[in-house]
């Protein structure tokens, strides 16, 4: 047997280097190391004592702290937003601060921003009224900060420079480690419309002259510094979002006397702010973990909107450990709670919303908030706040500590379809989830989107699975799962196989990318889907996901900490995959481009005596099986019906020789023999997924590992011995690969009817 194989072999090998040979030598060049498994060392920055090389914080890894003391106040009649808040901030760096610098976000709206005129623009020949007057006859808003004074806790006037949105302030002395320094600032800005103005705070106005606020990003915020950047100060355009350092917040608010009002943080006068009714609602809603309590009626919502108070109330807020705050306030407020076991405690699973949002909002939008809570808990670190908040706002979808605001809403009867319910469901798991990502594992959304839009759209995939079957009320007949719309490897090959010029890799600024949602969200969800369920599978993925969560919590993350943890905890290397999905832009496809089928025979074939000949060998003196290929003209149907050893005496007696007759029983007797040669004309270089298919109709999954490419990244071949005949083949059987053209990927080729064909088909019938 050894002869045999080594003979095999030999013939195999020597055969193509001779060919090799019979060619015209190329000029030598060289060339750099362009394999798709080179490692990322080049990308990567050098591990040091803050992030080590396995992707966790290092010894001397530091970070920033802010806390804020702020009295803000609502003017309702003026929409007018003022404050005074002081600042503290602690020096944990090892570098010495002569200034801060501190983010001035509303400044965005300043009316002559420069973010106003990035984009290019031009005339539209036809356009409807209200588009022309807003784009050609309107003043701009102007919604920018009117920072009053700056001010030492001495009382003292702080130099300060404001530039955009970013202001610096000049410290009296530096700061060297461990220092403190507590400054004030005073403020006021006009409150915008997002419905018209948009914009990612603001207030939404109703016909009666009511306003639903949804306030953020509204004090200025410290910016943050690390060991990466040092001062991250990128101004805000409008687009890519925020960089925060984590504080505690005391924060009082005013405003109307029959606003409700809730935010992040613990409300600390609940009892003075809450009617008795509300309080016993509440404690009811802390016990209640099926249904939700309703704190406030519609019909006590209804009744605030009719008035118009006054006078005044302050609502106390405290929260530790945040890296930012938000809040909601309202008199059109229906409140409702309910209690969510995570771990070993309850958290209050929230929703505030008018009377336009019900149905829907009362029925599902406190349930999809406690399965978030749930799903992301289970695979991360368990939600460490006492409360989540859902705020029901229009054409909104944004995330704060502890809160969010949520689109989707019925028509004005009440009725909604399945796009409305789906879109609300989906917009507030994947709000309630930012909590975790970026909330908490504090990646730079203004440098990599795709660090919280990316991974919170892969977590919310899995909570949209789950909600569907932790809630089967919630789907509509027919669906037996939720129609997750990202995640699945399907839904995002039109994107990566459209046209690269408006294709941007995932490593790129958001700012910068030409069609944000596809790449910020859908193609990172999908890459790390592909990952969990197609490439390291749910055990290694789900470990090193939680262990990246855990290490980088209360944290700040680089992209580099993620890739390094995945491997470090899972010993997978996907430097490989790494590269080819969030640095290039390049495709998955993958296809059949030739099978071959052989048989046994005891004849010499043609490439046998080409090598002997060329060698002088007899091949009457060796012992060789020998394989023609189906079809040729060496090929005798006679074969067909014989196993191997019938057709090849010299196989046959050399197993009676060296096999017993109880071990020639467990022998496999492969009869059919197949060379499948698959290429890739798409860049991507993933798993070969192979589905094959037996005249008896049984069938089997096979994947060869990625790393198959590593010695051409063009066409790669297996050879398979099967013992039934294969009657089909199909790469990539599940579309779980996220391949953008499928019509290759099929033996024999599947042949598609056309779009055309298809019509007149239809028309015929």
């Not at 989707?408 to 909604?416: A, H, M, Q, S």
Request: negative net charge.
């Amino acid at each position: 047997m050894k002869l045999v194989k080594y003979l095999c072999l030999s013939i195999a090998f020597i055969s193509f280097n001779a060919i090799a040979q019979d060619q015209e030598p190329e000029p030598q060049t060289g060339h750099t190391n362009q394999n798709k498994f080179k490692q990322l060392y080049d990308e990567f920055s050098t591990p040091n004592m803050y992030r080590t090389g396995s992707g966790a914080p290092g010894p001397a890894y530091y970070q920033q702290q802010a806390d804020y003391k702020m009295d803000i106040e609502i003017n309702d009649e003026t929409a007018v937003l003022s404050g005074n808040e002081t600042i503290t901030y602690t020096n944990n760096s090892p570098d010495e601060l002569s200034y801060l610098w501190v983010q001035l976000d509303q400044n965005v709206r300043q009316k002559d921003s420069p973010s106003r005129d990035i984009n290019s623009s031009s005339i539209t020949p036809a356009m409807s009224p209200s588009r022309f007057t807003s784009s050609y006859m309107s003043e701009r808003f102007d919604g920018g900060f009117n920072v009053e004074s700056v001010k030492g806790i001495d009382g003292k006037a702080l130099p300060h420079m404001i530039n955009q949105t970013m202001m610096r302030v000049e410290l009296p002395k530096p700061m060297k480690t461990g220092d403190k320094f507590s400054f004030s600032i005073k403020w006021w800005y006009q409150i915008n419309n997002h419905v018209t103005d948009g914009g990612r705070s603001g207030y939404e106005l109703f016909p009666d002259g009511n306003r639903n606020y949804v306030i953020a990003q509204f004090y200025p915020r410290m910016a943050v510094y690390n060991d990466v950047e040092g001062w991250q100060n990128s101004q805000f355009w409008g687009r890519d979002e925020f960089a925060l350092p984590f504080g505690n917040f005391e924060v009082n608010i005013t405003v109307p006397a029959d606003h409700l009002l809730d935010g992040t943080g613990k409300l600390t006068n609940r009892k003075d702010v809450f009617s008795s009714d509300m309080m016993k609602r509440y404690e009811k809603a802390k016990k209640s973990y099926k249904e939700p309590v309703v704190i406030s009626t519609q019909d006590e919502a209804e009744a605030r909107e009719k008035g118009r108070s006054n006078k005044k109330k302050t609502w106390k807020l405290y929260a530790e450990n945040v890296r930012d705050f938000g809040f909601a306030t309202s008199r059109k407020y229906i409140w409702d709670m309910m209690a969510v076991k995570i771990g070993n405690k309850d958290v209050m699973a929230v929703s505030l919303y008018s009377k336009e949002g019900n149905p829907l909002w009362e029925q599902w939008s406190t349930k999809a908030v406690a399965s978030t809570l749930k799903s992301y808990s289970r695979m991360t670190f368990d939600y460490p706040y006492h409360k989540a908040i859902s705020v029901h706002a229009r054409r909104q979808g944004m995330e704060y500590p502890m809160i969010c605001w949520n689109y989707g809403r019925p028509d004005k009867d009440g009725n909604y379809d399945d796009r409305t319910k789906y879109g609300m469901m989906s917009v507030i798991i994947h709000e309630v989830g930012h909590n975790f990502f970026p909330m908490i594992v504090n990646s730079d959304e203004r440098q990599w989107t795709w660090m919280d839009e990316g991974l919170n759209t892969f977590m919310q995939y899995v909570a949209e699975q789950d909600f569907g079957e932790w809630y089967p009320a919630a789907l509509s007949p027919g669906d037996d799962k939720y129609p997750s719309r990202r995640g699945p490897a399907k839904n995002i090959t039109r994107y990566m196989g459209g046209n690269q010029d408006y294709i941007a890799p995932i490593m790129t600024k958001g700012l910068n990318t030409y069609q944000f949602g596809n790449n910020a969200y859908g193609k990172p969800a999908t890459a790390l889907n592909i990952l969990r369920e197609t490439v390291m599978g749910r055990e290694l993925f789900d470990y090193a996901f939680k262990e990246y969560a855990n290490r980088w919590m209360f944290k700040h993350p680089t992209p580099e900490d993620f890739f390094r943890t995945m491997e470090d905890a899972s010993a997978f290397d996907l430097d490989w995959y790494w590269r080819g999905w969030f640095y290039t832009t390049d495709w998955v496809d993958v296809g059949l481009k030739e099978v071959k089928k052989y048989y046994v025979t005891s004849e010499p074939n043609q490439y046998a005596k080409n090598y002997a000949s060329s060698r002088n060998i007899n091949l009457d003196e060796v012992e060789l099986v020998y394989l023609v290929e189906e079809g040729s003209e060496e090929f005798d149907e006679k074969l067909r019906k014989g196993t191997s050893a019938d057709n090849s005496p010299t196989l046959k007696e050399y197993m009676m020789d060296n096999f017993t007759a109880e071990e020639r029983k467990s022998i496999k007797q492969p009869k059919y023999f197949y060379n499948i040669t698959f290429e890739k004309p798409g860049g991507l270089v993933m798993p070969i997924i192979v589905e094959f298919t037996y005249a008896d109709g049984t069938s089997k999954t096979e994947t060869y590992p990625a790393q198959i490419w590593r010695f051409n990244d063009n066409e790669v071949s297996k050879a398979i011995a099967s013992e039934k005949e294969i009657v089909s083949i199909k790469v990539d059987p599940n579309l779980e690969t996220a391949d953008i053209d499928t019509s290759n990927n099929s033996w024999p080729r599947e042949v598609k009817e056309s779009d055309f064909d298809k019509f007149k088909n239809k028309v015929k019938g």
